[in-house]
């Protein structure tokens, strides 16, 4: 035991991530580590004793799905996750990360990811090319939490082949492995894809196994916003057991949901064919967030030809009546679309519009709305906002079900990912960036009872940290990381909603961050305690 220690927290009812009922005792810290977790005497002295009675003390929450890549460095505290007691970000997700980064195409890379805040970002970032320059310019942004890095699948095809709808040569293959192979051994911690959007969408399934294949070699992990997450996602899944079981390696369901009204219920079929698949074997975990919509850019909704040579030539394809005429029809009247066909699926009513930095005033309106107020078909609503703001404009589309939601959420591997985009100036983000972790706990665990408390936090916590192979994190155990979240369980919940979705939570009261205390009483101190960590 120390003869001192730089912060004690009393009498907290601990819940330590394993699962288990929580138990009293008082935990001690020193520097970046938990020291003790005990009945700490009186006589010990500490720089500072945080009083916990009646709360709860549990590990920081690990956000499995955050695209807080470009964020944490506009906002280093990446104050909107720290609130909610995240005090690790997995970034990187859905083929999405900042890096790598080639002459040729960086242009490319950066329109695609203005959607996290990309095209905020100075020349100085924009300078970098590979993974590892990226982590190290991570680390002079000084976060304020713990990062896990992934490679994306769609930033290597862009560095590559750019925006072109066709299949790698052999020779640019080569290079897709060695830039997947400079991630990995950068500190990378598993390739991610995002196979609904383009130029991701134009990889076969081959090309997915040979670049997992690489990120396997390290003891990586695949992560994958799977190719369908409605009318073909029984198909999507049967597609990424293939490339966990053919490239050996663990895989991981992004966001996992059941999207568009003929398809609610369907989790009960996606959650067997994970549990087949586990008892043959392979890893297979995944995460969700709790609401009933979604959140993406725009453009997404689009048929992936038309999105090919990139955005500059989107806008200006759409321009043309004609193409506009073919893309209506296309998604109109294709009763099984090969890819992700949002409009038909969700329509026009519940696609809600959450940031148009040049139309402000369709913020928070749907597009049926919006092409009531301008007199205007709603496809010439949705092409012209593409147009003017290519890929700054983002939606919210509403089209899963409550029971689908709860059922993923008691099955035992669910843990807990925000999928949080970032917004800037006047959007109406989605409320999962500010809310996500307390509302879990205090709606689906307080409020509805779906899952007890001690396992909503295993899922935020040590399950994560398992998967994801963060050995110092997820677990209160002496010599773990002193990442710790204090809240009141009885008034701990989400205040954002859609329609004012910076609101921040109530509940917490600390949020300590390798031994830092970087939240008190709701309030951002400033720390910069937070690591860029390395597989």
Partial sequence: MPERYDLIIRNGRIIDGTGNPYFTADIGIVGEEIAAISLIGDEMKADRVLDATGMIVSPGFIDTHSHDDAYIFIDPRCSQKVRQGVTTDVIGNCGFSMAPLSDEHCNDLKALTAIMGGDRLGDDFWSIR?????????????????????????????????????????????????????????????????????????????????????????????????????????????????????????????????????????????????????????????????????????????????????????????????????????????EDSPWENIIKDAGFDNIIISASPRNEDFIGKSIAVIAEMTTKDPFD??????????MEATMIIFGMDDRDIERILKASDTMIGSDGIPGFGSAKIHPRMTGTFPRILGCYVRERGIITLQDAIRKMTSLPAQTFGLFKKGLLRQGMDADLVIFNQDTIIDKSTFEDPLQPPEGIHWVIVNGQIAVEEGKITGTASGKVLRR
């Fill in 130 to 334: 590979s993974f590892a320059q990226f982590l190290a310019k991570l680390d002079t942004a000084k976060p304020g939490i713990n990062m896990v890095p992934l490679v994306g699948h769609g930033a290597i095809r862009i560095a590559v082949i750019g925006f072109e709808n066709r299949a790698p040569s052999e020779s640019e293959m080569v290079k897709m492995k060695a830039i997947t192979e400079e991630a990995m051994q950068a500190g990378a911690f598993g390739l991610s894809s995002g196979l609904i959007y383009v130029p991701a969408n134009y990889a076969e399934t081959d090309e997915i196994i040979e670049l997992a294949g690489v990120a396997a070699k390290y003891g990586g992990i695949y992560a994958t916003h799977m190719r369908s997450e409605s009318n073909h996602e029984l198909e999507a899944i049967q597609e990424t057991l293939k490339i966990a079981r053919e490239a050996n390696i663990a895989a991981h369901i992004s966001h996992h949901k059941i999207i568009g009204q003929k398809n609610w219920g369907n989790s009960k079929l996606t959650l067997k064919a994970f549990s087949d698949a586990r008892a043959k074997g392979l890893k297979v975990t995944w995460d969700q967030y709790p609401y009933r919509a979604g959140s993406t850019f725009l453009a997404a909704a689009l048929p992936p030809h038309i999105q090919a040579q990139g955005v500059k030539s989107l806008s200006e394809k759409l321009k043309a009546p004609a193409v506009r005429s073919k893309i209506r029809q296309e998604i109109e009247c294709r």
């Fill in 381 to 390: 609503v949705y092409f012209d906002l593409i147009i003017e703001e290519q």
